[in-house]
């Protein structure tokens, strides 16, 4: 540098530098090479080698949340991890399973049916059909919930299979139609879908537009798309491996209209060739579920036996006439959705799963990730022993608790169904459907902006999980309207029960045949906790929706409005209610678990669950204030006492999701050595 120049601001900053080192004392000077020095390198350590000991049996939790068939799930993950078919894939020093994302389209698909195939060998599948009774299809459920924490594509494919074309033919048929095809169905010697949704026709399948004519002459049934909204649309399975479908169509013999009825078709030989007379297409890339084959159907007046309608609640005789155990039409349409009701509990149930394994993570996660220091010198702090962080999760491992407890009571309900419970399980499993696939939908997200960048990466499955569960809220019900249904149901019982002057009877309803809950102006702590008292305040504030919904929809009818018409005019006040139905049950169903629990630790740590549920139903719901069921200082002392439980229930949280019995290999490697799973030696791209 040449010495006439001005020397620069970072010469003349150095050696200001240089003059004040040298004027520090040899013990100041130390320390600041000391702090100069690099830090070390951070290193991973198990939760397990810092947290305490579970103070409760990790076990007895997981039977209560699992509730049945443990050892068929723990073989159905074995059967799973054992097959290189499920993609073993090493990372961090262990093993996960996990389906190839980046495959495309129809590598996924492929891949699918080759999992299936393997399963059907491993006899995953034996009795699902052709087995009679309710541990029979509980542990059909208990072996479902396991495959679709691999893969929801899987599940669905599976699902679809059974649930749809094989609980159709098994409850909407009769025994021509079980000889015929459960065993088969069973065995995969044929493979079946569910036409049911239209382009132009979802939720209201009333209004489906395909036509089955019947033939007097030839006694068959003519089954036509007349328009191009009525082409059968996101049929799982139909784009390529289907070979048989349920259509549902509008029966016309004679130029009447019988309404929605079913009728078995074949669309591909057996040589996997579409049939004559059928056109299908695929339904193309998806945000998620690329492992189904979505298609779409068209029938060009193709013709089925008199034999093919499923006949258990009417039939068609050789001469064209029709006749039907049911003669009211709209309880014979019920009956035609019949199918769909074990779909929406089977959605409902696995949405608590995938909320398990994306909640799992994300705490395994917080419990060995650091970030920042409350001193100076202190070492970085765990991400969940910040109050910010256990807000974020805690609550969602809650609420995780006390919905298995729901499903759970709703597969035991089906399972053990009667014609009498039928409106109770549509009722339910609509509620329960609509808003455990809503929670989980919101803990897939929380959860992964919990663990940040790594979040997005698709080896770490919460991020990918988002896409691949998000049709849940809209398949097999749209989940708003589910909700619709949850609130005219509950209207339907009101009137009911005031015009019969009737106790109410089912759904839980009884409270509202005693005096009013009265809530304390002043809520303390243990007040809050109280069990009594929340039920009191849940099912204040059904009782209080139940009403206002009522009389509004009275006063629309007064005013001349039809019924229907009255009805979504109050959508508002439905949609409260609703919600506050589910969330009574959910809690009033939990009680009854925890009530069989012996007293001592694990009855403690539900209690902690079932008090932080509660006190965030308060915190994230306008409702208890909007109406009037809490003052703003009962609802700010509710706020206040899930900081509380939090940080009560953040010593137990390992424990909590250790016992969902999730293993390693379905986790992520975020959820275990995720440093070691980054290194430049792990040759993860």
């Not at 002459?217 to 191009?228: D, G, H, L, Y």
Request: net charge neutral; with cysteine.
């Amino acid at each position: 540098m040449d010495p006439s120049y001005p020397p620069s601001a970072t010469a003349r900053r150095a050696a200001a530098i240089a003059r004040h080192l040298a004027g520090l004392s040899p013990r100041d000077a130390a320390a600041v090479a000391a702090a100069l020095e690099p830090s070390a390198c951070l290193s991973y350590a198990p939760p397990e080698s810092s947290e305490p000991a579970p103070a409760f049996s990790p076990l007895e939790l997981r039977s209560l949340l699992d509730g049945h068939h443990l050892r068929e799930r723990d073989w159905a993950f074995r059967a799973m991890e054992e097959s290189p078919l499920f993609c073993q894939r090493r990372s961090g020093g262990k093993v996960f399973v996990s389906p190839d994302y980046n495959e495309g389209k129809e590598g996924q698909r492929e891949a699918t049916m080759r999992r299936v195939g393997y399963l059907a060998r491993r006899g995953v599948f034996r009795g699902w059909l052709t087995e009679p009774g309710p541990d029979a299809e509980l542990r059909k459920l208990a072996l479902l919930e396991c495959l679709g924490m691999y893969d929801h594509s899987l599940a669905i494919k599976i699902g679809v299979h059974f649930f749809l074309w094989g609980s159709a033919i098994k409850f909407l048929g009769t025994k021509r139609h079980h000889d015929k095809w459960l065993s088969d169905t069973e065995n995969y010697v044929i493979k079946g879908c569910f036409s049911m949704t239209e382009l132009g026709h979802g939720s209201n399948v009333r209004g489906i537009e395909t036509v089955a004519t019947y033939d007097i002459k030839t006694r068959e049934f003519v089954i036509n798309t007349p328009c191009e909204s009525a082409q059968k649309y996101w049929i799982g399975g139909a784009a390529n491996h289907a070979t048989h479908t349920i259509v549902f169509a509008q029966l016309h013999i004679n130029g009447r209209n019988e309404g929605v009825h079913a009728f078995v078709a074949q669309i591909r030989d057996e040589h996997e060739n579409v049939m004559p007379n059928i056109q299908i297409a695929d339904c193309g890339h998806k945000i998620g579920l690329n492992g189904v084959d979505n298609g779409r159907i068209w029938f060009n007046n193709i013709r089925v036996p008199r034999e093919n309608l499923l006949n258990l609640v009417a039939d068609v005789l050789p001469d064209g006439q029709y006749v039907s155990t049911i003669d009211d039409p709209d309880q014979r349409f019920a009956a035609f959705l019949s199918p769909l009701t074990l779909g929406r509990v089977n959605i409902a149930v696995n949405a608590v799963y995938i909320s398990k394994v994306g909640v799992a993570i994300a705490v395994r996660y917080a419990l060995s990730r650091r970030a920042f220091s409350v001193t100076p010198d202190g070492p970085e702090m765990l991400l969940l022993d910040y109050p910010s962080h256990q807000r974020r999760l805690l609550p969602l491992l809650a609420k995780a608790c006390l919905m298995s407890s729901a499903g759970n009571f709703m597969k035991r309900m089906y399972v053990k169904r009667t014609p009498e419970l039928n409106k109770s399980i549509h009722i339910y499993s609509s509620a329960l459907k609509a808003t455990l696939t809503w929670q989980n939908m919101t803990t897939l997200q929380e959860c992964r902006e919990a663990c940040g960048g790594q979040g997005l990466k698709t080896e770490n499955r919460i991020g990918i999980f988002k896409a691949e569960f998000d049709v849940q809220s809209t398949f097999e019900g749209d989940n708003n309207v589910l909700m619709q249904q949850v609130s005219k149901a509950l209207y339907a019982e009101f009137l009911t029960a005031k015009r019969k002057n009737q106790p109410f009877k089912g759904l839980g309803l009884e409270h509202l045949n005693g005096p009013c809950p009265v809530i304390p102006d002043y809520l303390t702590s243990g007040t809050l906790r109280s069990s009594s008292f929340q039920m009191d305040l849940l099912c204040l504030r059904e009782r209080d929706l139940l009403k206002r919904f009522t009389t509004e929809v009275s006063n629309y009818l007064a005013q001349g409005e039809s019924r229907e018409k009255a009805l979504m005019l109050s959508y508002q006040l439905a949609e409260d209610l609703a919600r506050a139905f589910t969330e009574r049950t959910i809690l009033q169903i939990f009680l009854e678990d925890e009530k069989n629990i012996p007293t001592g630790s694990l009855k403690d740590i539900l209690g902690l669950l079932r008090s932080l549920y509660v006190m965030v139903c308060i915190d994230e719901s306008a409702s208890f204030l909007r109406y009037g069921c809490l003052s703003r200082e009962n609802v700010a002392a509710a706020r206040k006492e899930v900081m509380t439980l939090c940080s009560e229930l953040r010593p137990h949280a390992l424990a909590i999701v250790s016992s969902f019995g999730i293993p390693d290999a379905f986790l992520s490697p975020l959820a275990f050595d995720w440093i070691e799973a980054n290194a430049r030696s792990s040759g993860n791209e």
